[in-house]
């Protein structure tokens, strides 16, 4: 089992750049893909972005890609989320997100092991 706590996340005007954390408890990180997904109020959660356990393979939504940068530190047991050109439809509560042994983080939230609690980021026009 695996806990995860999310920070970084506040207010921001348009055009703007946050990165988030994710620091995750246990000794076995290494084994997890990780991910974030972000949820809108009156929307459904929706995958952002995933890395693979050792890190060398990351992918994203259409909607963030070249703005969004996920990396992980697998000495510090955390992941982040650099969201540069922050737009208003970037506004969500942001989840971090971890499936064990898998090689993939799946794009679907039935689908995902563990949850952290969010962090909200808001971005103003």
């Known amino acids: 089992q695996v806990q995860l706590v999310e920070s970084g996340g506040g207010l921001v005007q348009a055009g703007g750049s946050l990165r988030l954390s994710c620091a995750a408890s246990g000794r076995t990180f290494s084994s997890y893909a990780m991910g974030w997904f972000r949820q809108a109020p009156g929307k459904e959660r929706e995958f952002v972005a995933g890395?693979?356990?050792?890190?060398?393979?990351?992918y994203y939504a259409d909607s963030v890609k070249g703005r969004f940068t996920i990396s992980r530190d697998n000495a510090k047991n955390t992941v982040y989320l650099q969201m540069n050109s922050l737009k208003p439809g970037d506004t969500a509560v942001y989840y971090c997100?971890?499936?064990?042994?898998?090689?993939?983080?799946?794009?679907?939230?039935?689908?995902?092991?563990?949850w952290g609690r969010g962090t909200q980021v808001t971005v103003s026009s």
């Open positions: 890395i693979s356990p050792s890190g060398g393979v990351t």
């Open positions: 997100a971890a499936d064990y042994g898998s090689s993939w983080l799946s794009r679907r939230p039935d689908d995902v092991d563990y």
